[in-house]
């Protein structure tokens, strides 16, 4: 059972740069996979990438391959979604979720804006 918190939204200009953060509660944190999604207005929600549990694995989708990164400080009950070169088709409220053999817990989501 986990409770999950996104922040570090905002507005930005097109090549910069942000920063979510994904505060977790819970005793065993580092026991679940860490997903980001994404959903911009009149679309579907996006899977953007995943860590494992301990951090040793990352995956991420074609979109964002090379501009984001996903991290975790397990003894921070946190994971992190680093934004690099974004562009103004990233912008979207940005979730996280957690889970083992699903996403069973997610966040409320924090809005990220970029602008042209």
């Known amino acids: 059972q986990v409770q999950l918190v996104e922040s570090g939204g905002g507005l930005v200009q097109a090549g910069g740069s942000l920063r979510l953060s994904c505060a977790a509660s819970?005793?065993?944190?580092?026991?679940?996979?860490i997903g980001w999604f994404r959903q911009a207005p009149g679309k579907e929600r996006e899977f953007v990438g995943r860590?494992?549990?301990?951090?040793?694995?990352?995956y991420y989708a074609d979109s964002v391959k090379g501009r984001f990164t996903i991290s975790r400080d397990n003894a921070k009950n946190t994971a992190y979604l680093q934004m690099n070169s974004l562009k103004p088709e990233d912008t979207a409220v940005y979730y996280c979720?957690?889970?083992?053999?699903?996403?069973?817990?997610w966040g409320q989501g924090t809005q990220v804006t970029v602008s042209s």
């Open positions: 860590i494992s549990g301990t951090g040793a694995s990352t």
């Open positions: 819970g005793r065993t944190f580092s026991t679940y996979v």
């Open positions: 979720a957690a889970g083992k053999w699903s996403y069973d817990y």
